[in-house]
């Protein structure tokens, strides 16, 4: 699904962010990414959504060569990910139930295609009776779940999940595990970025440690 040979960035004249780093993720694979503060987590995933080309190496997204594709090919590709931001980029002037249809608006579905999915999924994160808020009278991990509740509601090809868990307690960060699980059993490929070590111990999965601009991989 995505591969990544001898790929290495830099910002403007500065030294190289990330050096080197070949992986790949497969279909239906589940990964996490980790590491110490600013080691590139952030600059990885963006690599990934196809919000920053590097400055050297290959990487090949949905059978297509990142330096070759046309910016008129990207909201079709990004369409295929699912992201949850740390900033969680919210329409503060939209309820959270029509933040988390957007994305199905935007692709001219009919609200009554969607309406049940996105009610359930809300009453998954534990939002289900605040349909009607607005982001502004949320706390950091209400809109946190927003957010996933978003990336998830259109069953992306692969979810990058960016400290998803970071502002929610121990219980819903694992219900929240468990929604990801499910949604990698369904066919997604899930990349989450944690620093949470007892949420990577609870699965049996790929670690991609980003050190110093270089990556390790422990399958």
Same mark, same amino acid.
């Given at each position: 699904?995505?591969?990544?040979?001898? #790929?290495?960035?830099?910002?403007?004249?500065?030294?190289?962010? $990330?050096?080197?780093?070949?992986?790949?993720?497969?279909?239906?694979?589940?990964?996490?990414?980790?590491?110490?503060?600013?080691?590139? /987590?952030?600059?990885?995933?963006? $690599?990934?959504?196809?919000?920053?080309?590097?400055?050297?190496?290959?990487?090949?997204?949905?059978?297509?060569?990142?330096?070759?594709?046309?910016?008129?090919?990207?909201?079709?590709?990004?369409?295929?990910?699912?992201?949850?931001?740390?900033?969680?980029?919210?329409?503060?002037?939209?309820?959270?139930?029509?933040? #988390?249809?957007? +994305?199905?608006?935007?692709?001219?579905?009919?609200?009554?295609?969607?309406?049940?999915?996105?009610?359930?999924?809300?009453?998954? #994160?534990?939002?289900?009776?605040?349909?009607?808020?607005?982001? +502004?009278?949320?706390?950091?991990?209400? /809109?946190?779940?927003?957010?996933?509740?978003?990336?998830?509601?259109?069953?992306?090809?692969?979810?990058?999940?960016?400290?998803?868990?970071?502002? #929610?307690?121990?219980?819903?960060?694992?219900?929240?595990?468990?929604?990801?699980?499910?949604?990698?059993?369904?066919?997604?490929?899930?990349?989450?970025?944690?620093?949470? $070590?007892?949420?990577?111990?609870?699965?049996?999965?790929?670690?991609?440690?980003?050190?110093?601009?270089?990556?390790?991989?422990?399958?």
């Amino acid at each position: 699904m995505i591969k990544f040979e001898n #790929v290495g960035l830099r910002y403007g004249m500065g030294p190289e962010v $990330l050096r080197d780093v070949s992986f790949s993720i497969p279909k239906q694979s589940f990964q996490f990414l980790t590491g110490p503060s600013g080691a590139g /987590k952030t600059t990885l995933l963006r $690599l990934l959504f196809m919000s920053l080309r590097p400055t050297r190496g290959l990487i090949t997204i949905f059978d297509k060569d990142m330096a070759t594709i046309k910016p008129e090919e990207l909201p079709l590709l990004r369409r295929r990910v699912g992201v949850v931001f740390q900033d969680f980029r919210l329409l503060d002037h939209m309820t959270i139930y029509e933040n #988390v249809g957007l +994305p199905l608006r935007v692709r001219g579905k009919e609200e009554s295609s969607y309406q049940h999915d996105v009610l359930e999924l809300l009453k998954w #994160v534990g939002l289900g009776e605040r349909i009607h808020a607005l982001p +502004p009278v949320l706390s950091g991990g209400e /809109k946190q779940r927003v957010a996933i509740a978003r990336a998830l509601i259109d069953q992306p090809e692969i979810l990058l999940a960016d400290e998803p868990t970071g502002n #929610v307690d121990t219980p819903m960060a694992r219900r929240l595990l468990r929604l990801f699980l499910e949604l990698n059993r369904l066919g997604t490929a899930v990349v989450i970025a944690t620093h949470d $070590l007892g949420l990577m111990d609870q699965v049996d999965a790929r670690r991609m440690i980003l050190s110093n601009g270089q990556l390790e991989i422990y399958e």
